[in-house]
């Protein structure tokens, strides 16, 4: 147990809805990265963020968009799905945010149909 | 950013070490090694990293080789539970984790 949370562990939703996936850090932790994992792409860095402030950006899509708020908790947020943002979202931690080991959790499972 | 390049796939016999290297001939001088390993569809475990010295820890050995060009990871006693995708990821200063494809690694009984 890396002490990340995610909730929730599983989502299927159809296309062209909006979904919010959300991320608990570990304890003391200030930073949030969320990385997605499909199929053809593998694991792909989205965004960080640190203390509350955006910090580094990934691939991330114009369609999604994340924040991260005063008790560190972070939330993704995915809209006008398509079929192809069927994935495994994960989120993961570190301390501070430079190079410094990063903790991931268990991941949310999202389906588009 | 330095590139890694993993063996698609390996296979070890229960109770041997596995041994998995990575290849990292453009890494520069502050970039660090890490190894992360999947299990399934689960959360990218933190395994061990290292700058130019090599490292152990509880789980796994980390040998670099001195001109840092490439890596082994070493599984001292690998069980059934270590089969996973291994994945071998230099770190640029921007602090991206760059995730290639891995080697997938069985342990067979």
């Known amino acids: 147990d890396s002490g990340v949370t995610q909730t929730p562990k599983h989502l299927i939703t159809a296309t062209g809805q909006r979904v919010t996936l959300r991320c608990s850090p570990r304890?003391?932790?200030?930073?949030v990265y969320w990385y997605q994992q499909s199929l053809d792409q593998g694991l792909q860095f989205l965004i960080q963020y640190y203390n509350g402030e955006e910090r580094a950006k990934g691939n991330i899509l114009e369609r999604f968009s994340a924040q991260q708020f005063p008790d560190l908790h972070s939330e993704l947020n995915l809209s006008s799905l398509e079929l192809g943002d069927s994935a495994l979202y994960f989120c993961a931690s570190s301390v501070w945010g430079t190079q410094e080991t990063q903790y991931f959790g268990p991941g949310t499972r999202l389906l588009v149909l | 950013d330095a590139k890694t390049t993993q063996p698609t796939s390996m296979d070890c016999a229960e109770g041997r070490a596995a041994n998995l290297p990575c290849n990292h001939s453009?890494?520069?001088?502050?970039?660090?090694v890490y190894w992360y390993r999947q299990i399934h569809s689960q959360g990218p475990q933190y395994i061990i990293h290292?700058?130019?010295n090599n490292e152990t820890n509880e789980m796994a050995s980390l040998i670099i080789t001195e001109d840092r060009k490439s890596s082994t990871l070493i599984l001292p006693h690998a069980t059934l539970r270590d089969t996973a995708v291994y994945y071998c990821?230099?770190?640029?200063?921007?602090?991206?984790?760059?995730f290639g494809a891995g080697t997938r690694l069985t342990v067979k009984p």
């Open positions: 290292g700058l130019k």
């Open positions: 990821i230099v770190r640029s200063a921007n602090n991206d984790m760059r």
């Open positions: 453009t890494i520069s001088g502050n970039e660090y």
């Open positions: 304890s003391g932790d200030l930073s």
